[in-house]
């Protein structure tokens, strides 16, 4: 993301504060809120919005103007059409999947290689998520030569990791969590998928999932806390998108060994995300300096992508289970009464308590898509009453 680093508003007021009990904060309000419903409306309008028809890919913003270099939140586009196309089996999804796939690679020049490795991180893990949804072994090819060009960005400088791109500058090579937790994930997903099979630069895809998440683990994250930062000593680089990928990591790692080190991993950065990357009013999940049409604004939707998987793992202690789903509950809840405008369109506010403008950027609504995906996902699976 090439913005990340050029924030200057003000902090919005976060601060550590208790985890979510095991009811919603405020109990004077009620809500009744058909899950699977507003998923429906989310996506569909989101879809029928912001996808453009004519060049197959996502516009940036509601009124069609194309960010012509927004190659990372494509991505999580395309995250929101395979959620919504596995949740509904509805044709109108799949035919966008599969046209997705032309219609950005002619936007990124006929081409999915990126010069930054967090992009194609993204694009890695959805493509492979597409492959799985639709069988469209096109993306099969895609998501291989993103992970082996991925791959080729590691090397040992500062303990080893790969890189935010691939300039030899400073800032090039600076090393973090936007470029190796989706990497890690990728890893232990295709490690999974093609086992032994695959070889990249010599190495399974299990020995490039343990180097990458330890690598991960030893320099970005507070052993005693869960922390996941960019700098030890600024928490405002602390983001809610590296928790989520961390803790995707450490969950998928759990799956191929048992070892309740990792899922202990998730849980912990968890409990810290959950109870200090909010806002200190509502507990509603949040972001410093959030603002219109930001890269930032995409960050809480990454994390409940993975928070939501963490819920859904049948390892998962009940006690642990009921106060994530009272988070994301809590965060929904607020987004859908108070930070979302329904007619003549579904759009969500950045913030997730404040209702948006007439324009709504992308990132924004991916985030507010993917949490009404998440909610109906939780729904269907029992865990909300």
Known sequence: ????????????????????EDEYVDRSVKYNINWNTAADSSSRSFTSVYFNSTKNHFNNDNFGAIGQFDYWPEAHGLDVLVDAYV???DDFY???????????????GNRFWNNYYDDMGWHGMAHMRALEATG?????QSAKELWTAIIDGWNEEDGGGIPWNHENTKEGRSKGVPSNGPAAIIAARRWQKYGQSEIVRGETNLVWLSRIYNWIKEHRVVQQSGRVFEDINNNQGDWTYNAGTYMGAALEYYKITGNKVYLNDAMKTAD????TLVNSTNKV?????????????????????????????????ESARRRYVNFLKNSAQI???????????????FRWWEAPASVGGLRAQLSGAMLMEAMAKIKAAGYLE
């Open 87 to 89: 949740r509904t089996k």
């Open 94 to 108: 799949k035919q966008k999947i599969a046209a997705f796939y032309e219609g950005v690679k002619k936007k990124n």
């Open 136 to 140: 469209d072994t096109r993306y099969e």
């Open 272 to 275: 810290w995300t959950t109870s």
């Open 285 to 317: 999940l949040s972001d410093w300096a959030e603002q219109q049409d930001h890269d930032v604004n995409l960050f809480k939707g990454i994390f409940v992508r993975y928070l939501t998987e963490l819920i859904l793992h049948k390892d998962l202690p």
């Open 335 to 349: 987004l859908w009464t108070k930070g979302t405008t329904k007619t003549p369109v579904v759009l969500f506010g």
């Open 1 to 20: 993301m090439k913005t990340r680093l050029y924030i200057s508003l003000l902090a919005l007021g976060l601060s550590a504060c208790g985890k979510i």
